[in-house]
């Protein structure tokens, strides 16, 4: 939905609605992604989870940082997804970075 600034209103600041900026959200950016089975690294620390998506970023290891899914309990309340083939690239590097995991998970997201 998007608001805009008439310009009759713009005097005094009133937003309303206009139809013809409205974007279907039934792709890209927004799309829900298909739930599939993934690899789940949750933390104690919210610097570890970070610490691993730098860690990740800089050896171009495909993964990205979601909320801990409610199945799971976790110190920070951030994970690290990934596939499940990349498991033991995954600890090896944070053995590598000093980056300390709270547990490793296999579940849908």
């Known amino acids: 939905m ?3 600034i008439g310009e009759k209103d713009k ?4 937003l309303f609605w206009d139809s013809s900026l409205d974007i ?3 792709g890209g950016a927004n799309a829900m992604r298909k739930k599939e089975q993934k690899l789940v690294i949750t933390f ?4 570890d989870a970070m610490a691993m998506e730098d860690a990740c970023r800089k050896q171009a290891m495909q993964g990205r940082l979601i909320p801990v899914p409610k199945e ?3 110190g920070c309340g951030l ?3 990934a ?3 990349i498991r033991e690239d995954l600890k090896y590097l944070m053995q590598q970075a000093g980056i300390c ?3 490793i998970y296999e579940c849908m997201v």
């Open 83 to 85: 596939d499940l083939e």
């Open 79 to 81: 994970a690290w997804c």
């Open 44 to 47: 104690h620390t919210t610097a």
């Open 2 to 4: 998007n608001c805009t």
């Open 101 to 103: 995991g709270q547990g």
């Open 24 to 26: 279907q959200k039934t």
């Open 11 to 14: 005097k005094y600041g009133k």
């Open 72 to 74: 799971i309990s976790a």
